[in-house]
């Protein structure tokens, strides 16, 4: 269990404070021999090679949301509802509530993580073939069955949530500790590629001919099944470590209450609670907009099929910051760019054109460059987060401390995207009833950019706070 800052320091009034010196002297010297070892990769593909798959499936399920978010709009759902099936991401907001069981409750014979990733990802894999016998009939109904379409996805981004769980901790000890900063990188190219594979593979498969929503769907259940056993068969884990032993699953709650008490992790949320605020109308509602501006969906997909790489190579081009003492300076640089996106995006949506017959070349050409430079600023925040993140954690509960950050994090980011659903229609009124024909992408739009200016101004200083701290303040054991 975590010792509070006043609890230390009865102890050294209580005469152990040689003791504690000791201690905190030890704690010092590996601060200084971690800033001092070099990330050396030798020995270590193969292990950054199983992490990428296990991302990359992960992203999968997300990739296939987004494609029923763009359907249901398509069919006349309103942005409320798109608001509501967003929900379905909220594990990964919730999954704290059982990271500890997953943390701390495992067969030995199978493995600490894989006793929870085995049958996670097989659950995923009958799920997706099950949903793939319904999935058309549900969302291609007279009227989306939004609500059962967004119970079933929440299933399976709760299957999803518990496999991040076991990576996340898997990955702090498959990988040596100089490298432990790769498994952001693992984790941002994974994901990547797994969205892509669920949404732009999907699309492109679909405008071909070559694929159903259901066939494309049941096939990746049946590539989920071939990977975990895979996994399951060939690859063993390390024993663990007398000293890294999980405590019981009573401890490991007080433990994580302990986490989320520590001064610096409660500025942590802090942080990450609010600073993607701003960015929730741009991510989640701009491509709809675009929608509803005769902008199709297929086109949309190849654009964003056109910038696949550069999502893909981005994480390895921030790996050179996000392996430093201060991972979250990078997205400190970037922020101020990610607020001009907005305005970008605002501009866009304004001058769309009428008509994509024929093809208006030059507009699409400043969507794909705001695409660009939106995947630059929004990878670069996401890498540079999960580096500090893997930075700060204790490997000793490492799951649960990814969990309790990455939980952080995603609510951080999931919230604003529900809310700005819900707000938009809030703020739109069209129509004779209306004193000002309002259009609340707009409203939404400018409200954010305000909020952003403000964040940035008095957020940075609390980022430098955080990063300055020395690796001993963030343990609680």
């Given amino acids: 269990m975590g010792v509070s800052e006043e609890g230390q320091a009865l102890r050294n009034r209580n005469g152990n404070g040689k003791d504690d010196a000791i201690r905190e002297g030890f704690h010092d010297f590996q601060d200084e021999l971690h800033k001092e ?23 999968i399920p997300m990739g296939l949301s987004s494609v029923l978010t763009m359907i249901l ?27 500890p069981l997953v943390d701390t409750v495992y067969s030995s014979k199978v493995g600490r993580r894989k006793t929870w990733l085995v049958p996670a990802q097989l659950l995923i894999g009958i799920v997706m073939i099950a949903m793939s016998a319904h999935v ?9 069955a939004v609500v059962t379409l967004t119970a079933l996805f929440f299933f399976l981004y709760f299957l999803c949530a518990t496999q991040d769980i076991a990576v996340d901790g898997w990955a702090l000890t498959m990988l040596r500790p100089e490298n432990v900063g790769w498994a952001a990188t693992t984790n941002a190219f994974g994901q990547t590629v797994g969205t892509a594979i669920g949404f ?20 990746l ?12 068969v060939f690859k063993s884990e390390n024993p663990v470590p007398d ?47 675009l929608q509803d501006k005769g902008i199709p969906k297929e086109h949309i997909t190849y654009l964003v099929s056109a910038l696949m790489p550069l999502y893909i190579v981005l994480p390895l081009i921030a790996t050179r910051w996000t392996t430093s003492q201060t991972p979250l300076n990078l997205a400190m640089c970037v922020y101020p760019l990610r607020l001009f996106m907005i305005v970008a995006y605002s501009a866009l949506i304004y001058f769309a054109p009428s008509s994509v017959d024929p093809l ?62 819900y707000l938009v229609d809030a703020f739109t009124c069209h129509g004779s009833g209306c004193v000002f024909q309002l259009d609340g992408y707009y409203t939404v739009s400018l409200l954010s950019i305000v909020f952003g200016l403000g964040w ?22």
């Fill in 200 to 219: 732009t593979g999907y699309m492109v498969l679909e405008q071909s001919g070559k694929a159903t929503l259901s066939t494309f769907m049941s096939t």
């Fill in 243 to 289: 000293e890294e032993e999980p405590e019981d699953l009573v401890t490991s709650y007080r433990t994580m209450l302990s986490m989320a008490s520590c001064k610096p992790v409660r500025l942590l949320t802090l942080v990450l609670f609010t600073w993607k605020i701003p960015f929730a109308i741009m991510d989640s509602v701009a491509p709809l907009k």
């Fill in 360 to 421: 208006p070349y030059g507009f699409y050409s400043m969507m794909a460059l705001s695409g660009a430079m939106a995947a630059v600023a929004s990878s670069f925040m996401f890498v540079s987060s999960l580096a500090f993140f893997t930075r700060v954690s204790d490997p000793a509960m490492g799951g649960t401390y990814m969990t309790l950050l990455n939980t952080m994090g995603n609510v951080g980011g999931t919230w604003p995207n529900t809310m700005a659903f």
């Fill in 221 to 232: 259940g049946v590539v989920f099944l071939l990977v975990t056993i895979i996994v399951a």
């Fill in 136 to 144: 058309d009939g549900l969302l291609y109904a007279e009227k989306p």
């Fill in 37 to 59: 070892v070099q990330s050396d990769l030798s020995g270590e593909y193969g292990n950054i090679a199983i992490l990428l798959v296990l991302y990359t499936l992960q992203g």
């Fill in 73 to 99: 709009k398509e069919r006349g759902a309103s942005y409320s509802d798109v608001g509501t099936f967003s929900l379905n991401s909220w594990p990964f907001c919730l999954k704290l509530l059982w990271a």
């Fill in 456 to 477: 940035i101004s008095l957020g940075r200083m609390a980022v430098q706070s955080l990063q300055e701290l020395p690796l001993d303040k963030w343990k609680v054991r």
